[in-house]
């Protein structure tokens, strides 16, 4: 399995739980909020640099 599918699944594990545990929207929220922070926190040049292999892997 690679390392990708293995974040993949523990993503959805997650999730999963926390579904159970919270609401719906607190869940949309974290699931929403984490990779928009995380993108928010790179330095302009790694945004750029972010976007330029998103679009390479796009074309393949």
């Not at 974290?30 to 330029?52: E, H």
Request: glycine fraction near 8%; charged fraction near 20%.
């Amino acid at each position: 399995m690679s390392n990708s599918a293995k974040i993949a699944v523990g993503g959805v594990a997650v999730g999963l739980i926390l579904l159970i545990w919270l609401p719906w929207w607190v869940t949309f929220l974290i699931v929403v909020g984490v990779p928009a922070a995380a993108y928010l926190a790179l330095d302009p040049s790694q945004r750029r640099r972010l976007r330029r292999v998103s679009r390479k892997e796009l074309g393949r």
